[in-house]
């Protein structure tokens, strides 16, 4: 059984600049969900896939989008970089509303 | 006011020590999870709750719906032990609301 593998671990980009993170599920999981986590704090909901649909979102502008595949995999992507922007970012896979899996996360500096 | 509020937000321990972490939350759930979060960021799971009290070797959570508020419970505390735990609960579909955390040290 595989975890959850979110790549890249860390990258840096310049404000203005956009960018992509990548989540592969657990296998067998059919929902992702990706969070925001500025340091200190805790996580922040962005949005859920559910069998390739957006199932939720939250209070995050249009700029981030994402993506869920037919292997349930998930992108997530952020146009026009901003310095708050900065933080790490969390996905999470779980079966149906089961319990969750969650990968180490990509640790994003904007500069 | 925040939908999920823990307390303390830090814990200093020796070790050896019986440790509790607390979590109110404001809204009705599904399900009470608990959350371990060493530095570098990774997240692991360490209850899902619905109801009652759950152990796993040295850690009991136990949860009262009616009051809204859960307990993390850490017996014989060790340094290993030392990490921010979360409380988080599944209310509106399948999303994570997060409390901000308990940073935990336990000393030598």
């Known amino acids: 059984e595989t975890g959850v593998t979110q790549s890249p671990t860390h990258l840096i980009k310049t404000r203005g600049q956009q960018v992509t993170l990548r989540c592969s599920s657990q296998?067998?999981?059919?929902?992702v969900s990706w969070y925001q986590q500025a340091l200190g704090q805790g996580p922040q909901f962005i949005f859920q896939?559910?069998?390739?649909?957006?199932?939720g979102r939250g209070n995050f502008p249009p700029r981030f989008s994402g993506l869920q595949f037919p292997n349930y995999s998930s992108e997530l992507n952020v146009n026009a970089l901003e310095l708050d922007d900065s933080a790490l970012y969390l996905c999470?896979?779980?079966?149906?509303?089961?319990?969750?899996?969650f990968g180490s996360g990509t640790r994003l500096t904007v500069v | 006011k925040n939908e999920v509020e823990q307390s303390p937000q830090n814990l200093t321990a020796q070790e050896g020590e019986f440790i509790t972490i607390n979590c109110s939350y404001s809204?009705?759930?599904?399900?009470l999870h608990w959350l371990q979060q060493h530095p570098g960021g990774g997240i692991v799971s360490l209850f899902m709750?619905?109801?009652g009290k759950k152990k796993h070797g040295r850690l009991i959570a136990t949860i009262n719906i009616q009051e809204k508020h859960s307990s993390l419970h850490i017996t014989a505390s060790h340094p290993r032990d030392s990490a921010v735990y979360i409380c988080?609960?599944?209310?509106?579909?399948?999303?994570?609301?997060f409390g901000e955390g308990t940073q935990l040290t336990v000393n030598p």
């Open positions: 809204v009705g759930i599904s399900a």
């Open positions: 999470a896979s779980s079966l149906d509303q089961g319990g969750y899996t």
């Open positions: 988080a609960v599944t209310a509106s579909g399948s999303r994570l609301t």
């Open positions: 709750l619905s109801s």
């Open positions: 896939y559910y069998r390739e649909e957006e199932n």
């Open positions: 296998s067998g999981h059919n929902t």
